[in-house]
């Protein structure tokens, strides 16, 4: 199935958490945080401006991002699990 976003809406796919802290000690799943870091799947046209206008989004497809702990909805789009969030809930790209 396809999908693409409307207006400043953004497809995030969550990257795997961490196996091990920094101590080497491995972190059962049940004690795991959801991961705040995702690659952008797909975005939306962008939103429109005071004057009507479509401005573009910051983010492309393939981009590392890094987003709050409550952002975005929960989604299940071909058995795999991705979240749709707003540019604005996007803290920065990683590099």
Not at 30 to 57: H, Y
Not at 61 to 67: E, S, V
Not at 75 to 87: A, F, R, T
Request: glycine letters at 12%; a negative charge.
């Amino acid at each position: 199935m396809k999908f693409r976003p409307l207006h400043d809406r953004v497809l995030v796919k969550r990257l795997d958490a961490e196996e091990k802290t920094a101590g080497g000690i491995i972190i059962p799943d049940t004690a795991k945080e959801k991961p705040m870091q995702g690659e952008v799947v797909a975005v939306g046209s962008g939103a429109r401006g005071e004057d009507g206008k479509i401005v573009a989004l910051d983010v492309k497809a393939g981009d590392r991002i890094l987003f709050g702990k409550w952002s975005g909805t929960e989604v299940k789009i071909d058995g795999q699990e991705l979240l749709i969030m707003k540019e604005s809930d996007i803290l920065g790209i990683l590099a």
